[in-house]
């Protein structure tokens, strides 16, 4: 009995110790709306570290359609322009939660049934937008064109 009360023990030590393994891969969302505008990639590399980028327009306002899909290309030109130069980073995942080391506020929620990636953006004092990602292959220049 004894034998078995440290295995356990053992065992539970084990498992509240185990780090989760962020799932691996590619993603790809937009958001838009009157406010704001934001095309984003994110990529998980093997190694569970941390690809991302979201550059985002603020302040759209009431825009003809010619210039919302100036702004959709000027997002997609600036995330392909830039993604060579977003480095790796670490992040803490609890196995539906992303967030910066030792940090709080959540960065990327992820849900393992649905394998659903959402990415939290924050921009001022207005609330977060959770923005759902799509799995991709590869990154195309144009993800708004997908």
Same mark, same amino acid.
């Given at each position: 009995? *004894?034998?078995?009360?440290? #295995? $356990? &023990?053992?065992? #539970?030590?084990?498992?509240?110790?185990?780090?989760?393994?962020?799932?691996v891969g590619r993603w790809v969302g937009?958001? +838009?709306?009157? +406010?704001?505008?934001?095309?984003?990639? &994110? +990529?998980? &590399? %093997?190694?569970?570290?941390?690809?991302?980028?979201?550059?985002? #327009? $603020?302040?759209?306002?009431?825009?003809?359609? =010619?210039? *919302?899909?100036?702004?959709?290309? !000027? &997002?997609?030109?600036?995330?392909?322009?830039?993604?060579?130069?977003?480095? %790796?980073?670490?992040?803490?995942?609890?196995? !539906?939660t992303f967030r910066n080391p030792g940090?709080?506020?959540?960065?990327? =929620?992820?849900?393992?049934?649905? !394998?659903?990636?959402?990415?939290? $953006?924050?921009?001022g004092t207005m609330r977060s937008i959770?923005?759902?990602? !799509?799995?991709? +292959?590869? $990154? *195309?220049?144009?993800?708004?064109?997908?």
């Open positions: 009995m *004894r034998r078995f009360a440290i #295995l $356990f &023990l053992v065992s #539970l030590a084990v498992t509240a110790c185990s780090r989760h393994t962020p799932p937009n958001y +838009e709306s009157n +406010e704001v505008m934001v095309d984003g990639r &994110l +990529e998980i &590399l %093997p190694n569970g570290q941390v690809r991302v980028s979201a550059p985002d #327009l $603020f302040d759209i306002g009431d825009v003809s359609d =010619e210039d *919302r899909a100036a702004m959709h290309a !000027r &997002l997609a030109s600036d995330l392909a322009g830039g993604w060579d130069d977003v480095s %790796p980073r670490a992040m803490d995942f609890d196995g !539906r940090g709080f506020a959540p960065q990327m =929620e992820w849900d393992p049934k649905t !394998r659903q990636m959402k990415l939290v $953006f924050y921009f959770h923005i759902p990602m !799509r799995a991709v +292959e590869d $990154f *195309r220049d144009d993800p708004w064109a997908d």
